[in-house]
């Protein structure tokens, strides 16, 4: 209603405002660390050149902002709770297929998958904001926000170290 301050502590205060951010410090870092390692992934598992390797990156990046609009409208539609559930549905198939994918096109079906998954739950957070916290939806969107660009920063080392410990990069 016009006050920050109170905006911010009463979505601090909001024990749903921290489960969303958990769900979008997942997805939005979650995208990032995957765009930032697919380049490597393509090089060393299928020998795509770098140049191969960044257009194939950049052309499947671009799924997860579609999806992201698609899944407002979805949201919309239907409740952002049901498409958040298929978004994590979409992230586990993506997922599964990828960790058994032998080829580079069964591999670009299941990161697609995957990223078409974390646009939709990138979208549906940010829907369920005025359901869940409805005084103070500006404060509660910042920290949601905030908190996702941190997964930016969060998700990539940690899954560079855990392909570390796998011994594939």
């Known amino acids: 209603k016009g006050n920050t301050k109170v905006s911010l502590i009463t979505a601090a205060k909001n024990i749903k405002s921290w489960a969303l951010s958990i769900i979008y410090f997942s997805a939005f870092g979650g995208s990032l660390a995957l765009t930032s390692w697919l380049p490597f992934f393509w090089v060393s598992n299928y020998g795509f050149s770098i140049i191969k390797a960044g257009v194939v990156t950049g052309l499947l990046s671009m799924l ?25 549905s979409l992230c586990i198939t993506g997922s599964l297929i990828l960790s058994f994918s032998l080829s580079s096109s069964i ?6 998958i995957m990223l078409s998954g974390i646009g939709l739950s990138n979208s549906s957070v940010f829907k369920l904001i005025p359901v869940y916290i ?26 560079g170290y855990v392909v570390n410990i796998l011994g594939k990069n």
């Open 107 to 112: 591999s670009i079906i299941g990161i697609g």
């Open 64 to 88: 997860s902002p579609i999806t992201r609009i698609i899944g407002g409208r979805l949201s919309d539609i239907y409740r952002a709770e049901y498409i958040n559930m298929l978004a994590l």
């Open 134 to 159: 409805n005084g103070a939806v500006g404060g509660a969107a910042g920290i949601i926000g905030g908190i996702g660009a941190i997964g930016g920063f969060v998700i990539p080392p940690i899954l």
